[in-house]
């Protein structure tokens, strides 16, 4: 689950790059948009994770 909120991340700075910095200014709403998926997916990702690691640990 930690491998996948890093990869989302990852992403998430790719997508801000291309974004933000005016390279590709056709794709800037397109590009926003896979931001703020990703960053969503990233969020949840970890969210889940932890979710995951402390109801393990309550079962022990």
């Not at 926003?32 to 932890?50: C, D, E, N, Q, S």
């Amino acid at each position: 689950m930690f491998r996948w909120a890093i990869v989302f991340l990852i992403i998430t700075f790719i997508a801000g790059i291309f974004a933000f910095a005016g390279l590709v200014l056709a794709a800037v709403a397109l590009a926003k948009l896979i931001f703020y998926l990703f960053l969503v997916l990233f969020l949840l990702a970890l969210i889940a994770g932890l979710l995951r690691k402390s109801s393990s640990s309550l079962r022990e």
